[in-house]
């Protein structure tokens, strides 16, 4: 395969940080105005910088090379994202100040460049070796594209790509400006694992609020008169909000050169203990921040550069490293090696319980589940040939059982956490071994109908270091923050920032915050609530100055440059009040008739008297709040705490009343053994959510002229 092959084949790292959030973001067409330029040259206008036909046009033809078949419309649109999104960006880095190095340019050429999953520019690490990339844009520089007709394309894409990797260095320091401290909770993941693993089945009777208004008409009209009654009773709610807005001067508490130094010769000295113990799971325990992993895991599923590693050094006993991936540390060594069927063809008769997920036996125990199971398998031990028997008549899979005789499909070695265990993939159980094991749906008997062509699998011992700042650096860094705080304590805010960015310290500008805020926008810390009720003591006055530390040691410098007052207008509260008035008034009459005409609850009469069927059996969760595609947590929320089989009162859902009566509550495990998992489900959740409301917040506050129509192109 030629490099310009290889390049076209890894050409999704360009997209791997810009690309994954600019596809977040659509762009709304009527965002874009339509007004006509002048200057030929350029094609439209992200908040006064020019987009210049040229640069769109390289971009449109980048997108084509790599990206064959797509049609160019689609393209050219792509393109136009891409560079409005890309100019954003770019334009909020530099107004905090981010800079770029020639350090941070060669850094992201190893590391978020086309060129950075390339092989042919790998040392035997695995890492981008850039003394060989250099010297092949030293030959490609010197190559004629006459001799060489693939040049002149190899060429292009060198250009292109330099030209962009500033940008993305800008980016990148944005984003991860902006993400810093953006994590789950454990507590956070407990209750989302057993909010989606709560299910309750009920029968409901559900009136839309236009049906109720219409059978009773003119009962539930607000008169000026009940809304301000109801303000005046309830002042707190409305009374002037008290703002703050401050500024921040960010100071990183970073490891100094000295710091780094004693790190390499301790990882050094790690490097040679580590490869002359016999003991690796202690070694590893005692020495890395991450405890020794005894898996194993095929060579698809190991980072590039431990793949790249094992295609050199597959011996038992070689080590890898130490490599410096940002402040941490990386060796690992190779402890392990067997051959596994990384996918195997099973089949299964299931024995559920009560306690058991997704069970349609809710009368059998557990133990009598695990006797029935066993009974089964002993009895197929001498017995293998009744295997598809048992699946016809004891299986609790209904579905696997009568459409495809029990059978789960091709396992993959990746997903062997889902069958319990039973190690269906070791090369001692072979086709047509019948074993039992137990997982959160029951107890099963599987039996290995086919196996894939035996292929090795790995296991390492990885020893992390973090590079830490010392005490003398972390003092060294106060006594900064000290001497900037003393020199500008009295400055007015334009003086204070403008000292900061001269010296290159991160800033946030003006932020607005009300005491019952719990974070700050764009700081995201730890210590946001403590900064936050600083801001609000009572003897707190303009240009005061306060030095907060992180629990990463480090430092912010706050400054309260406005203390204001805002009102709610009392036609924004009328607004809000006239429905939430309304659906009062609902309930209060209704609930009054309960008592009156159905003081049993009875659900069928309510049901007749309203002409209204009964939903039966309505499976609802905590976790999406859904009845009939629409949300209704308040509903959820209520059916979920009744008793079993008794009728709720009227209960003022988003869309209309609801009558509820639960038939059965579904609980999860006490103890979840994953929430780790729940956890990083949670964070690409919350960064997805981040970088969505970023990429709206950005581009509704940006001014964007679009003149392609206006061009024709």
């Known amino acids: 395969m030629s490099l310009l092959e290889k390049i076209r084949k890894n050409t999704w790292i360009l997209f791997l940080f810009i690309g994954i959030s600019l596809f977040l973001f659509i762009l709304d067409p009527n965002v874009l105005l339509k007004i006509f330029s002048e200057n030929p040259n350029i094609i439209g206008k992200v908040n006064g910088e020019n987009i210049f036909i040229k640069e769109y046009i390289d971009c449109f033809q980048f997108l084509k090379r790599f990206r064959q078949g797509e049609p160019d419309a689609y393209l050219k649109n792509e393109a136009w994202k891409l560079l409005i999104y890309e100019k954003i960006l770019n334009q909020q880095a530099v107004k905090l100040g981010i800079q770029s190095t020639k350090k941070d ?80 909770s454990l507590v956070e993941a407990e209750l989302n694992y057993k909010d989606k693993n709560f299910f309750s089945f009920i029968d409901y009777i559900f009136i839309p609020y236009s049906e109720i208004e219409n059978r009773y008409k003119n009962m ?4 000026d008169n009940e809304i301000y009654d109801y303000i005046e009773k309830h002042k707190f709610f409305y009374k002037k909000e008290n703002i703050r807005s401050l500024s921040f001067v960010i100071f990183r508490s970073e490891p100094s050169l000295d710091d780094e130094n004693k790190m390499r010769k301790k990882m050094k000295e790690l490097f040679h203990q580590f490869q002359s113990t016999n003991q690796d799971s202690i070694f590893v325990s005692n020495q890395s921040e991450k405890p020794f992993d005894s898996n194993f895991y095929l060579k698809r599923s190991l980072p590039t550069v431990l793949q790249n590693f094992i295609s050199k050094n597959n011996q038992i006993g070689s080590i890898f490293g130490p490599i410096k991936e940002e402040n941490i540390y990386i060796m690992a060594k190779l402890t392990g090696k067997k051959m596994i069927s990384d996918s195997v063809l099973v089949s299964h008769i299931l024995i559920s319980h009560k306690n058991a997920i997704r069970s ?91 196996k894939s062509i035996p292929i ?88 005061d100055c306060k030095i907060i530390s992180t629990s990463n040691k480090d430092y912010i410098l ?26 009062e008034k609902i309930d209060r009459f209704l609930s009054k ?121």
């Open 105 to 184: 340019f060669w850094n992201a050429v190893a590391k978020q460049s086309i060129y950075s999953n390339i092989s042919d520019f790998h040392d035997f690490n695995g890492e981008m070796d850039l003394e060989k990339f250099q010297s092949y844009l030293k030959k490609l520089e010197k190559t004629s594209k006459i001799s060489n007709p693939q040049i002149e394309e190899e060429k292009n894409i060198w250009s292109y790509e330099k030209k962009n990797i500033i940008k993305r260095i800008f980016a990148k320091k944005y984003i991860e400006m902006l993400m810093y401290g953006l994590n789950t």
């Open 220 to 223: 539930f009209l607000i008169n």
């Open 360 to 450: 349609s036996n809710h009368k059998r125990t557990k133990k009598e589940a695990k006797k029935i199971s066993e009974n089964i398998y002993n009895t197929l031990k001498k017995n293998p040939y009744l295997f598809d028997f048992f699946v016809r008549k004891k299986s609790d899979d209904l579905i696997n059982a009568k459409k495809n005789k029990g059978s789960l499909g091709w396992m993959k070695y990746e997903d062997q956490n889902s069958i319990g265990s039973f190690d269906i993939f070791a090369l001692k159980n072979k086709k047509g071994t019948i074993g039992i094991t137990e997982t959160k749906f029951g107890y099963h008997i599987l039996r290995i109908d086919n």
């Open 456 to 543: 090795p699998a790995y296991q390492f011992a990885i020893i992390l270091k973090t590079l830490t700042p010392s005490k003398k650096t972390e003092d060294s860094l106060y006594k900064k923050v000290r001497k900037f705080l003393i020199k500008n304590k009295n400055s007015s805010l334009n003086t204070f920032i403008n000292h900061a960015r001269k010296n290159k310290y991160e800033t946030i500008f003006l932020k607005n915050v009300r005491f019952s805020q719990s974070n700050i926008d764009e700081l995201n810390t730890e210590v946001d609530k403590e900064i936050i009720h600083w801001a609000f003591e009572k003897n707190r006055k303009k240009r």
């Open 558 to 583: 706050v400054y309260l440059s406005k203390i204001q007052n805002r009102v709610f207008s009392i036609e924004e509260i009328k607004k809000n009040l006239i429905f939430f008035l309304k659906k």
């Open 593 to 713: 008739m309960m008592k009156e005409k159905f003081p049993n609850k009875n659900l069928e009469k309510i049901g007749f008297y309203f002409s209204k069927k009964i939903k039966k059996s309505y499976k609802i969760n905590f976790h999406d709040s859904m009845i009939d595609d629409h949300k209704e947590p308040k509903v959820v929320g209520f059916a979920s705490s009744l008793k079993l089989y008794e009728t709720s009162k009227p209960i003022l859902g988003e869309k209309g009343i609801f009558f509820v009566r639960p038939l059965k509550h579904i609980f999860p495990y006490k103890k979840p053994s994953y929430f780790s998992s729940e956890m990083e489900v949670l964070n690409s959740y919350l960064r997805k959510n981040y970088l969505e409301n970023l990429g709206r917040v950005l581009i509704d506050k940006s001014i964007i002229k679009d003149y392609r129509n206006r061009k024709n192109i």
